[in-house]
């Protein structure tokens, strides 16, 4: 009996990453490589926008990441299967010429988490654009305990209401108390945990496009970390900003 070969793992193979290699070109990435800035929050607090991946690499070295599904596959039958790659085609005098694009999310499941999009020819060079994009793009997220049916004063979920919207998809995330788990789309799911966030409620709206869904999820935590909170609400409910 003739054994299948196994596909690919979903993860993404982690790369080590070799701070002596590194040539940094911007003064952000110079000071990290130097020892000046040593915490990442130092860099959101100063409101500096990231533009090398290697300094994520050098201050985060916990970081996970998952390439979503947002494609479809050809299945048995004509029915559609889900994929992490989305392909196109462009027709020309040569041929069929395929693109290929994903969509990846890192975070060290503790207050961190970005989402990239990648698109290139082929599926290597597209997922480390989607990665190096992810990277560039991460956040700061608050959490906290914000149902009213818990107050246990721990942030196991976030503690407001928030939205986001990504052309006609729209997306609401709410609080929910602790054993609830994360009731949201599954790919959405994983964006969540990877911030660390471990019982939500959700609705959305139109959403009739995954990637457009993905990308609300994303614009509602966003959004949640712009939100200001008073200081009395801040220990009733146990809200932190980014990691513990």
Request: net charge positive; hydrophobic share 30%.
């Amino acid at each position: 009996m003739v054994k299948e070969k196994e596909g690919p793992p979903r993860g993404i193979q982690k790369r080590e990453f070799n701070p002596e290699a590194w040539k940094p070109r911007t003064e952000l990435g110079r000071k990290v490589k130097a020892g000046e800035i040593k915490d990442i929050d130092e860099i959101f607090n100063s409101g500096i926008k990231i533009l090398e991946a290697e300094i994520v690499d050098m201050l985060i070295p916990n970081l996970e990441s998952e390439l979503l599904s947002i494609g479809q596959s050809k299945g048995k039958f004509g029915g559609g299967k889900k994929s992490i790659w989305k392909q196109t085609q462009k027709k020309t005098r040569e041929g069929n010429k395929p693109k290929f694009a994903t969509f990846a999310v890192i975070g060290n499941k503790d207050g961190l988490v970005g989402v990239g999009y990648g698109k290139s020819k082929e599926t290597m060079p597209a997922r480390e654009k989607a990665i190096r994009n992810a990277k560039l793009n991460i956040i700061r997220i608050k959490r906290g305990c914000g149902s009213w049916a818990c107050g246990c004063n721990s942030p196991h979920s976030i503690p407001l209401k928030t939205s986001g919207k990504c052309s006609a998809v729209e997306m609401e995330i709410l609080p929910a108390p602790k054993g609830t788990r994360l009731c949201i789309e599954e790919e959405c799911k994983k964006i969540l945990d990877f911030a660390g966030i471990k019982d939500v409620y959700s609705k959305s709206y139109n959403s009739k496009t995954k990637l457009n869904l993905v990308k609300a999820c994303f614009d509602a935590l966003k959004n949640l970390s712009k939100i200001k909170i008073q200081e009395a609400y801040i220990k009733s409910s146990g809200t932190i900003m980014g990691k513990k």
